[in-house]
């Protein structure tokens, strides 16, 4: 496995949830790391994005109510999320982006922690 989520749960409206995504393997060769998050019937959404260099951005839903960060030594990204809203209730991913030869990357994914926020 070369990315492990864990941190996922059931929170109430206003909660607090902290994720964590542990890289392995090649994917410790990452340029850039991110949580994604998906609903039944519904693509795919980018969270928040961290680069090696600790430069973060985030979906416009939740900035200024989660906070990405990462641990380069550890090989660990975190998710802060504070103020859950029912709507932040979905599966979410965490990512690796690795550059590789010829100006290509390539992905890793973890295999999703639910988040489940009750009103």
């Known amino acids: 496995v070369q990315l492990q989520a864990s941190g996922g749960g059931l929170v109430q409206v206003g909660g607090s949830l902290r994720l964590s995504c542990a890289a392995a393997?090649?994917?410790?060769?990452?340029?850039?790391m991110g949580w994604y998050r998906q609903v039944p019937g519904k693509s795919r959404e980018l969270v928040a994005a961290?680069?090696?260099?600790?430069?973060?951005s985030y979906g416009s839903s939740v900035k200024g109510r989660f906070t990405i960060s990462i641990d380069v030594a550890k090989y660990t990204m975190y998710l802060q999320m504070n103020s859950l809203k029912v709507e932040d209730t979905a599966v979410y991913y965490c990512?690796?982006?690795?550059?590789?030869?010829?100006?290509?990357?390539?992905?890793?994914w973890g295999q999703g922690t639910q988040v489940t926020v009750s009103s």
């Open positions: 961290i680069t090696r260099g600790g430069t973060p």
């Open positions: 990512n690796a982006e690795r550059r590789i030869s010829g100006g290509e990357t390539t992905d890793y």
């Open positions: 393997g090649s994917a410790r060769g990452f340029n850039v």
